[in-house]
């Protein structure tokens, strides 16, 4: 990575030799296994790998669901490794945005209460957070759906409900697990075009795919294997690619 | 924070009705715990309040002492004199009168049961005769006229005072006041009336005693004109009696010394009437103390049985919540990984339980209030009286229901971890 680029840009995610441990029966399993990378405020990154090389274990902890057994995560300058329970809750309420494989939508609320959930738990009053969902729901062009259930809506809308509640806390980083694994090559298209739209307003975006047509429309590819970083790649945003499909 | 508590509310209620027939009948062992409490307390309560009323009737600054046919010793004693004599004597009375320590008021009573006849009106009366200061220790109000008087007593005069049942029966469209009526043989003028009045006669049925039919004479009077031999003609066979007084009544001026006083007349009355047992002494005090006695031992019994089936409304509780936290647990991952705090969890599966239990004790104190309205209609001789302790106090202990059952499933709810959550189907 180019120097003047790391002075340019703020580093908003940076991992140091961090080693995920778990213990199956009587063997450790090292599912990372010393990875270190960083990312700069306003890229659009994917990771990448085959099953079971640990990029579910990098998301887990990217997205502070989990905490490294060794290494350091500091995200947005702060290291996060160590966190308590609550103070990693915190996090993830503040600074964290998540888009799910299968939505993970609560059924129950409207895609607005849907929206809300991050900022009630940021404890925002009710009418700021019913603005701020609003918004977000407007931005991914759901701002006249915002009082349907979410099985009242096609899985490209409940993708976009997704990404509107994601966004609604102005995250550092918007991590998206799979996105259009759920969803038509078509509606998966628009997803990955909201995410441009989204990239190029600004945004932070870390996607974990395995499909090398929705990675390449990243800047960045990192590919892992075996719990380590197996190489950093440019993807087709930064320079397109010629016969790339979404 | 009031609104995070209102939120927290809102989200709990919104969990309950999700599932509205789910959450009913998880409540229905805590409504009908509670409704069972409190329809059983107002009941008890309505039992004790009547008996302690009766009892209180009595006096509880009274002491009663009743004249009592002895058991048959000798029965062929019996036969061959066919004449018993037993009971409390005018010596007793005045006896008691000068040395019982703190008492104020003695008030001797003799009955006689003879007919009461007015023009061609007849009816079964009790002719009660007694003193001037029979008010003393009774509790009665006139209708109308006066009571037996001082002068009445020393002139033997033949007046009556009638209760209020009798009295309608004799002069049913007429004034009573100054009429001349027969009581057997003899004839009595009616001076006054009394207002209607019942008493418990003090015995271990707890009978109640209608004391409308009795008519007040002066007992001077009742003595010269019926002697003390009381002549019972039944089935052929003629019995005597020989009774001087059927009741003493002893005033006490202070409650303290109720007590103490009943155990020194008793003492008193085994002297004179060496050990035979031809009367008996009843403290309404007493009597007031063994009802309270009797209706804290209720309380506890119905207690445990309240606590029993609020436990049992508890663990069905535990148990649907239990389900729900695993049928939930995908929101759960979703909530915490959108930054949910396990307190968040904690509360917001508490608060479910909470409303689940609160709403079961909301339905069952109304279900406990239609009880205590409809019981009367089912059995006129209960008065439930709903306390408004009992409310209170089922509410407070089912919303702590909801409270102790609902923190293991709000515990493991909030003790989840995420990830595994998230990918729960």
């Keep these: 990575m180019n120097d003047a680029v790391v002075t340019e840009r703020e580093i908003v995610v940076a991992m140091r030799d961090v080693e995920r441990h778990y213990l199956m029966g009587d063997t450790v399993v090292r599912a990372l296994d010393g990875i270190s990378f960083q990312i700069e405020r306003g890229s659009y990154w994917a990771i990448m790998g085959p099953s079971g090389s640990g990029k579910s274990t990098l998301l887990n902890l990217l997205g502070c669901l989990d905490r490294p057994t060794r290494g350091a995560y500091l995200l947005g300058g702060e290291d996060v490794s160590r966190l308590s329970d609550d103070a990693l809750s915190d996090v993830r309420s503040k600074k964290l945005g998540f888009v799910f494989q299968s939505f993970q939508l609560i059924q129950q609320l409207s895609i607005l209460e849907n929206t809300e959930v991050p900022l009630f738990y940021q404890g925002v009053a009710p009418a700021i957070s019913r603005e701020r969902a609003r918004q977000a729901l407007t931005r991914v062009g759901l701002g006249d759906r915002v009082s349907h259930r979410p099985n009242e809506l096609s899985g490209g809308q409940q993708q976009r409900a997704a990404v509107a509640r994601a966004l609604v806390n102005q995250p550092i980083v918007l991590l998206a697990d799979e996105p259009t694994g759920n969803l038509d090559s078509k509606t998966a298209r628009e997803i990955l075009d909201l995410f441009d739209e989204l990239h190029a307003q600004g945004s932070t975006i870390i996607l974990v795919t395995h499909d090398p047509g929705v990675a390449n429309r990243a800047e960045w590819v990192l590919r892992v294997l075996d719990g380590k970083v197996d190489r950093v790649e440019r993807g087709g945003r930064a320079r397109p690619v010629a016969g790339a499909t979404a | ?425």
């Design chain 2, 1 to 425: 924070m009031i609104t995070a508590i209102w939120r927290t509310f809102h989200l709990g209620l919104r969990g309950v009705a999700r599932h509205g027939l789910r959450s009913l009948l998880t409540s229905l062992g805590v409504l009908f715990g509670v409704a069972s409490v409190i329809a059983m307390l107002a009941i008890g309560e309505g039992l004790s309040h009547d008996v302690q009323a009766r009892i209180q009737a009595l006096g509880s600054n009274n002491i009663l002492v009743r004249s009592l046919k002895p058991p048959e010793s000798s029965s062929a004693a019996a036969e061959r004199s066919r004449l018993s004599v037993y009971g409390v004597t005018y010596q007793d009375a005045a006896r008691m009168q000068k040395t019982l320590p703190n008492a104020q008021i003695v008030v001797p009573v003799r009955a006689i049961y003879q007919d009461a006849r007015y023009a061609d009106r007849r009816a079964d009366a009790r002719i009660v005769g007694t003193v001037p200061w029979f008010g003393e220790t009774n509790d009665f109000k006139l209708e109308s006229g006066r009571f037996v008087t001082e002068i009445d007593l020393e002139t033997r005069a033949p007046i009556c005072v009638l209760g209020a049942t009798i009295s309608r029966e004799l002069f049913p469209l007429e004034e009573p006041l100054g009429k001349l009526l027969k009581l057997g043989t003899q004839a009595f003028r009616v001076v006054g009336v009394m207002r209607p009045r019942t008493a418990l006669t003090g015995d271990d049925q707890g009978t109640i005693e209608d004391l409308s039919r009795d008519v007040y004479a002066p007992l001077t009077t009742v003595r010269q004109y019926w002697g003390e031999i009381i002549v019972k003609v039944s089935s052929g066979s003629r019995d005597m009696e020989q009774v001087e007084l059927h009741q003493l009544q002893v005033r006490v001026a202070d409650v303290k010394k109720v007590e103490a006083t009943a155990a020194v007349l008793k003492e008193m009355l085994e002297a004179s009437h060496k050990s035979k047992k031809d009367y008996e002494v009843v403290v309404p005090l007493s009597l007031l103390r063994d009802a309270e006695e009797t209706k804290k031992d209720f309380n506890r019994v119905l207690g445990a049985i309240a606590g029993i089936s609020l436990l049992i409304g508890g663990i069905g509780i535990t148990n649907v919540m239990l389900a729900t936290v695993t049928e939930r647990t995908r929101e759960i991952g979703i909530r915490r990984a959108l930054g949910a705090k396990r307190k968040h969890i904690v509360s917001q599966f508490l608060v479910e339980t909470v409303v689940l239990a609160g709403g079961g004790g909301v339905l069952g104190m109304a279900l406990g209030w239609l009880i205590c309205v409809l019981v009367p209609t089912i059995n006129p001789k209960l008065h439930p009286m709903p306390t408004q302790e009992s409310y209170v106090l089922s509410f407070v202990i089912s919303v702590v229901v909801g409270i102790v059952f609902g923190l293991y499933p709000a515990w493991r709810a909030a003790t989840m971890d995420p990830v595994e959550a998230l990918r729960h189907e």
